[in-house]
């Protein structure tokens, strides 16, 4: 027997796919067809098994862990901070509910101390925003953005977490020298450490230009590299010769941003110990990306090739 086929009903937008669902999502509609049932009937006369056998499997029985699940199972999106963002105004939009309830039942003493949490988390986030607009403010500042990224970390862990590629995103237009500090602070480096697209990124935002996500290694072989010396906090050095050579003694840490040369027996290390060499793996690239040092040794680094480098904390 045929299944009789219906829409679900997203703020008036009829749903007959899943990408209807997904460009309509909503976070009330999801969840009221969720506990209703709907959204499993609408799941199997449509004939998505893979869907449906998922929403099933919700184990959780809290709105907010369902939201979260629904989130992922549709695949509304993966980024990260865009579904804590999502979770934010579902806990905002829950907070509100409880609010004109406690009113309504003349809770008043427990509506006044919902306002106050209201109004520390808002101080949270302002505190949070305003050591973003610090670093926007003085861009070139290197000593002064590492100290802002320290504070965020001691004083907006969980917040810092949840937004750290939306930060990435923003400074990377409005303070490209941040970007790449985002790398050379050992606090926030963990946030970013594993996404190479991220460190190209990152070395591409002080060339002036966008790179291509899809070919950033093509793009990094022909980028002009004058502009990372607009910044006065990026260093750079020519070679020097044959074997090792130092170029920045032991005892400072410094994060080694990209090269011009090509040659495949040119390395780079620590000082000292010439541990964790670092290859110039081609035109502009170093492997790995953005490496950290503890001073910096080079070899078979030559006086026609550059090597650009700033301090790392």
Avoid at 23 to 28: G, M, P, W
Avoid at 54 to 70: G, M, N, P, W, Y
Avoid at 169 to 188: E, I, M
Avoid at 197 to 206: N, R, T
Wanted: glycine share 6%.
């Amino acid at each position: 027997m045929a299944k009789i086929k219906f829409n679900l009903n997203f703020g008036g937008e009829h749903i007959r796919t899943l990408d209807d669902l997904r460009d309509n999502f909503s976070i009330e509609d999801i969840l009221d067809v969720y506990n209703n049932g709907l959204l499993v009937k609408w799941l199997d006369v449509r004939n998505h098994k893979n869907e449906l056998a998922k929403v099933k499997a919700i184990q959780a029985t809290d709105a907010r862990s369902i939201l979260s699940e629904l989130i992922q199972i549709f695949g509304v999106t993966d980024d990260e901070s865009e579904i804590q963002e999502s979770l934010s105004i579902f806990d905002y939009l829950e907070g509100r509910k409880k609010f004109w309830a406690d009113i309504k039942a003349g809770k008043l003493d427990e509506v006044a101390q919902q306002q106050g949490k209201e109004r520390t988390l808002q101080k949270y986030h302002e505190g949070y925003n305003a050591l973003v607009q610090n670093i926007v403010d003085r861009p070139d500042d290197l000593h002064y953005i590492y100290d802002q990224l320290d504070l965020m970390i001691e004083t907006y862990p969980e917040l810092f977490k949840a937004n750290a590629l939306g930060l990435y995103r923003y400074l990377y237009d409005k303070a490209p020298l941040a970007v790449l500090a985002l790398f050379g602070n050992s606090a926030t480096r963990p946030y970013f450490d594993d996404d190479k697209k991220l460190k190209v990124g990152a070395v591409a935002a002080l060339f002036g230009s966008n790179y291509s996500e899809t070919d950033w290694k093509q793009y990094l072989q022909y980028v002009d590299c004058r502009f990372l010396e607009a910044s006065n906090s990026v260093k750079k050095v020519n070679g020097k010769g044959d074997g090792w050579r130092a170029i920045e003694p032991a005892g400072k840490n410094f994060l080694l941003l990209a090269w011009d040369g090509s040659y495949a027996y040119t390395y780079f290390a620590d000082a000292d110990s010439k541990s964790h060499e670092i290859k110039g793996d081609s035109v502009y690239l170093l492997s790995p990306l953005l490496p950290i040092v503890n001073g910096i040794s080079a070899k078979n680094f030559y006086i026609y090739n550059t090597l650009w480098y700033m301090e790392a904390r």
